[in-house]
Structure formats: C-alpha cells, structure tokens
C-alpha cells in the first residue's frame, strides 16, 4: 500500500539499550524527517534528510542517529536510551513541493 | 529564535463557529500549515497558506498576515468529531528542507 508507515507503534526499552524506530515510504518522496511530540513541547525536530546519504540535525538532535541508504527508509536509532527520551515519535515525508507533508501514524516509545 | 503562540484549549458548543489564532515570530517565513490532531493519530493536514488572505475549504477557513504574523484558523458548524487538537506550524526556509516549526497545540473540546 503507498503510504507512510512507522514500526514498531509501541515499544518498552530499558535505559541504556540500543533501538531503532522504522520509518518507510513509498512515494519516493525526497525529504523526509523526524519528530518527536512531548506534552507542552509540541513537535520538535529531530533530524532531517533531503536525499539519500544526505541528512542533517534538527532542533533536538542529541542522543539520536540516523541513516537513509535507501530514499524510501529513514530509521532513527536512540543509541543509549534514556527516560528523557520518552515520547511519542513521528516520521514525516513530503515531495518537491511544500505541500504534502504526511505523517505516520506514530511509534509510542517508553524507556524505563 | 522561533517562537509560535497558540492557546492551549478551548470548548465550543456543536454548530457554533470557533477561530483558534497563531501568531509567531520567526527567523524565517515560507508558508504557515495548519495541522489536526486526534489524540494518539497523527497529524493531518488541514490547510496552506503562503499569501495573506482568507484560504476556505469547506467548514474550515485560515487566515495569514504575514506583517502581523498572525494567522487563524476558522471552523464553522462544529461536529463532535472536531474534537481535537489543531497545529499552528510555520515553514522555516533555512535550507532548502524547509524544515516545519510547530506551536504546542490548541485542545478543541467541542460540547453538545
């Protein structure tokens, strides 16, 4: 199906451990990026890439890695998860235009 | 720095009118997006506006002025699924990512 799609939608982790949220699009869309929505914060970005092999920080980027080898994956790794990274996180595409952005539905992390 | 004010709840009876404003203050201007949000989904594009002037689709309608930076959104004969939060987010153009800077959300309660 075309679309956006984030996985896991829930995930529990324990401080200190490596994960990493999934984020895949099938539009070809060129840019594509990360989110992070905590209460009274709104969203805030995190990183963002214009391309393949191309990325860049965001206003909160520390703590986090990200790669794009593929133009249709942008995965977002929380090397050594601290609770301060619980959140709800977003991963967004758009095209050429500045129309367009759309959302996933969201992954629901926990770091205990 | 960027900075987007929006209140952050308001209640409004069912078929009555309501306008949620955004003002904001940024380094950079290329567009205002206004985003809905229904608790744990994701955001869904609402509206774009990159002139001043009134943008009208259907029951919802948004305001720019760019020289205010002020912006509104108007939602008219309110159902009960407009229960949500409503996003403020501006188009920063410092790169050519256009990277999105959001508010922290209006809560709209929509009461029978």
């Known amino acids: 199906d075309a679309g956006i799609t984030q996985s896991p939608r829930y995930k529990i982790t324990e401080t200190g451990r490596q994960v990493t949220l999934m984020c895949h699009q099938t539009w070809s869309h060129s840019y594509m990026f990360w989110y992070r929505q905590d209460l009274g914060h709104g969203l805030r970005l995190i990183y963002y890439s214009a391309a393949a092999d191309i990325t860049d920080k965001g206003e909160v980027p520390d703590g986090y890695v990200v790669s794009r080898s593929k133009t249709e994956n942008f995965p977002l790794t929380l090397e050594s998860a601290t609770r301060s990274q619980t959140s709800v996180y977003f991963c967004?595409?758009?095209?050429?235009?500045?129309?367009?952005?759309?959302f996933g539905s969201g992954t629901r992390l926990t770091v205990v | 720095g960027q900075n987007i004010d929006q209140p952050t709840e308001m209640t409004a009876t069912e078929g009555a009118i309501v306008q949620i404003n955004c003002t904001y203050q940024t380094s950079g201007f290329n567009g205002l997006f206004w985003y809905q949000q229904h608790a744990g989904e994701a955001p869904t594009f609402l509206s774009y506006n990159v002139l001043d002037g009134l943008e009208e689709k259907g029951r919802f309608s948004s305001f720019l002025s760019r020289s205010k930076g002020y912006s509104y959104l108007l939602l008219k004969e309110l159902q009960m699924k407009d229960s949500a939060s409503y996003l403020c987010a501006v188009i920063l153009d410092q790169t050519g990512a256009n990277n999105l800077f959001f508010g922290t959300g209006t809560r709209l309660t929509v009461i029978p």
């Open positions: 967004a595409s758009r095209g050429t235009d500045n129309y367009g952005y759309t």
